[in-house]
């Protein structure tokens, strides 16, 4: 079964064209009240638990972030890289070694993924452990306890 979101546009069909019985939707999940065009999340598993073919035509990306100092990754101009929003909504662009290389136009920065920044030595301590016997699963777990962490900190 296909993982669905709110905000995808998915087709719907059932039977063969040009039998009786055919039909055709095309609507917008939606996990709110839904309205002419759109369908809610479990009653699109219905039909696809029926005798419906459901498939994904568009997934619409996320918004980029506004936030200023927002950090992530993005492709810039086809290219992926760490990119910050500067403070008066202009976008920078970084290389691998951390050295401003561009400043382009919000429209060149797409598939934005947020991203952290840990002190290197925190970094390198959970890879020490990550190493250990059976380390895998316990730096998993204070990974995901630096992640919730840092949840916490959007208002500072």
Request: aromatic share 8%; proline share 8%; glycine share 10%.
């Amino acid at each position: 079964m296909t993982e669905f979101k709110p905000g995808d546009i998915v087709r719907m069909i059932k039977g063969e064209p040009y039998k009786p019985g055919y039909e055709v939707w095309v609507r917008e999940v939606t996990s709110g009240v839904p309205s002419t065009k759109k369908i809610r999340l479990s009653r699109l598993r219905a039909f696809e638990d029926g005798d419906w073919t459901v498939e994904l035509i568009e997934r619409p990306a996320p918004p980029l972030p506004t936030r200023p100092n927002t950090l992530g990754w993005a492709n810039v101009n086809g290219i992926r890289r760490f990119v910050r929003l500067g403070v008066f909504g202009q976008w920078e662009a970084y290389n691998k070694d951390g050295a401003l290389v561009t400043k382009p136009r919000p429209g060149a920065v797409e598939d934005f993924t947020e991203a952290v920044l840990i002190p290197k030595e925190l970094a390198d301590k959970v890879m020490e452990w990550v190493c250990d016997e059976g380390g895998e699963w316990h730096a998993g777990g204070i990974l995901e306890q630096i992640a919730v962490h840092l949840k916490g900190q959007d208002d500072e």
